[in-house]
């Protein structure tokens, strides 16, 4: 039987992360060839360069040479720019029977751009999320460019549905990050005390806190109030770069004035394995990101969710959101850390995310999704 080429461009540490036991299962099975590339903040040094991490796993993966070149409002649309153009002619050399994306970064914008006019199914995992910012309005354009939809709630799979998208087109799958939670090992709290070097007899915190699109400008006061409000709280801290966003630098530039703070450890990137064990073991998670919608949950880890870049995102009882004021964020640290009706009610929380058989589901879709006409072409279904 000719095996099926399933494709996969990875541009950041943090969907590789997640998405790495799914790409090892393709590469694995017998039904299946993988097609990875890599790009993007893996070829950038200031985070870490993690290109290092994927050819480690990989040995054949393709390097796209395209990367963040600026940190305005241009950098988005000149990297897309020049990654259409440069993953056409690698999708035209090695023609993949699908095309595997994930979320609504602007790599995958660009992915289902090109797979469409190739002629060349995608399938989207997350589609339906609602998120806010650009990246809501992005995630729905890559649902409607799509061909086949891998949500990762039933909520998620209706407004697909309502989008015009045929039933027989959309699969509820769960996040595939919940898949790594469940079957990878992850470090043990003295392992993790022992890396980081804090002292185990004291809580410490996680930040991670990224920019939001359309308040660039501001990108550096918003975490400056998150600084002093964890500082506040004198407790020792782990933080982790942001993405390669626009307003990123100016993030970058806050957190550097910290490095010889005796209470901080800054990593520019981490292995995802030991990124989950700092989420697990941390006694709350600051900052913005997705992952603590959607992975903090299945650790019960209270999250302050700071901002609007995650608003009317799907999550669980151990989030609390706040604006971006120190005194907002001091008052809910505080609440996470210390108030027992809140740490009594995440206790027996569930994660609402799935239950960690993502990549089982998307490997038996992929075999057996049967290719030609009626796949590519799409037709809104009211």
Known sequence: MKKRKIAYVTATRAEYGLMLPILQNIQKDPQLKL???????????????????????????????????SDDETAVTRFMAELIKKITIEFTRDRPDFVLTIGDRPEVLSLALVSLYLGIPSCHIHGGDKTATVDEIVRHAITKLSH????????AAKRI????????????????????????????????????????????ILLLQHPTSEEIEKAGWQMEQTIDAIKSCKLPTAVIYPNADPGNKAIIEVIEREKKNPLFRIYKNLEYTVFLSLEKHAAVWVGNSSASMIESGSFKTPVVNI???????????????????????????????????????????????????????IMKTLKSLPLGKKLLKKQISY
């Open 35 to 69: 097609e990875l590339y890599y790009t993007g903040m893996h070829l950038m040094p200031e985070y870490g360069q993690t290109a290092s991490m994927v050819q480690k796993s990989f040995p054949d993966a393709r390097r796209i040479d395209v990367r963040f070149e």
């Open 148 to 155: 086949f939809h891998f949500p990762a709630t039933k909520e």
């Open 161 to 204: 549905e309502r989008m015009g998208e045929e039933k027989w087109r959309i699969q509820v799958i769960g996040a595939p990050a919940l898949d790594v939670i469940t079957h990878q090992k992850l470090m043990t709290k003295d392992e993790v005390y022992s890396m980081l070097k804090f002292d185990d007899n004291q809580p410490f």
């Open 307 to 361: 901002g609007t870049r995650q608003s009317g995102r799907l999550h669980g009882a151990n989030v609390i959101h706040v604006d971006h004021s120190e005194q907002s964020i001091m008052k809910a640290m505080h609440q996470a850390l210390y108030d027992e009706e809140y740490l009594k009610k995440i206790k027996n929380m569930k994660n609402p995310w799935g239950d960690g058989k993502a990549g089982q589901r």
